[in-house]
């Protein structure tokens, strides 16, 4: 079985400019939640995401939302880049919404804000 | 909001010694509490996990105790090995979804 799966690994943007990043569950999950994990710092939750419906969000502004599609995949997306958005995000899935299943977490993905 | 907080930053062991890492939580309405291994460069890996009716747990070398009146929780790791070299996060969650609030980490040094 593949694991959760993100792309891409790496990314260079520059403040001001959006960033899309891409999620894919391991096969039969229908959970996904997304963390921020900035260098030297635990990971930070913002966003979960069950049968296509957000069930919650941590404390990040409104330039970061995500979706969820029908074959459980998700995005990230991420407007007006900061510097201070310069992070690993990692992407979890779980086969339920709640807290009866652990969290796989995929490779992240590595985001440089210049 | 829930906060976790993690002691020690930093662990340094010999081969074959325990390891103990503490975490503390503020919010009484967590119920679960994983423990992640981070290598580096690479993602977390739950290790072990405990549920707010347990009071311990243990996997081998790893064990895990709660104390829900101190709302504190603590890693144990017997017979270190070199392969036990990683970061590790404690975290709590609550509700009906996957927010887990993670502590700050620990980078465990087991020295051969």
């Known amino acids: 079985d593949a694991g959760v799966t993100q792309s891409p690994t790496h990314l260079i943007k520059t403040r001001g400019q959006q960033v899309t990043l891409r999620c894919s569950p391991i096969?039969?999950?229908?959970?996904v939640s997304w963390y921020q994990q900035v260098l030297g710092q635990g990971p930070q939750f913002i966003f979960q995401y069950y049968e296509k419906e957000e069930r919650g969000r941590g404390n990040f502004p409104d330039r970061f939302s995500a979706r969820q599609f029908p074959n459980y995949s998700s995005e990230l997306n991420v407007n007006a880049l900061l510097l201070g958005d310069s992070a690993l995000y990692l992407c979890?899935?779980?086969?339920?919404?709640?807290?009866?299943?652990?969290?796989?977490f995929g490779p992240g993905t590595r985001l440089t804000v210049t | 909001g829930e906060n976790v907080e993690q002691h020690p930053s930093t662990l340094s062991v010999q081969e074959g010694d325990s390891a103990v890492i503490k975490c503390t939580y503020s919010d009484s309405a967590s119920n679960y509490f994983p423990w992640y291994k981070q290598e580096l460069g690479k993602r977390p890996q739950l290790i072990i996990d405990?549920?707010?009716?347990?009071g311990e747990k243990k996997d081998q070398r790893i064990a895990v105790t709660l104390n829900k009146t101190a709302k504190h929780f603590s890693l144990h790791i017997t017979e270190t090995q070199p392969e036990d070299s990683a970061v590790y996060f404690c975290a709590a969650g609550s509700g009906g979804y996957q927010k887990v609030t993670f502590g700050t980490g620990t980078k465990l040094q087991v020295i051969p």
């Open positions: 096969s039969g999950h229908k959970s």
């Open positions: 405990i549920r707010s009716n347990v």
């Open positions: 979890a899935s779980s086969l339920q919404g709640g807290l009866a299943g652990e969290q796989y």
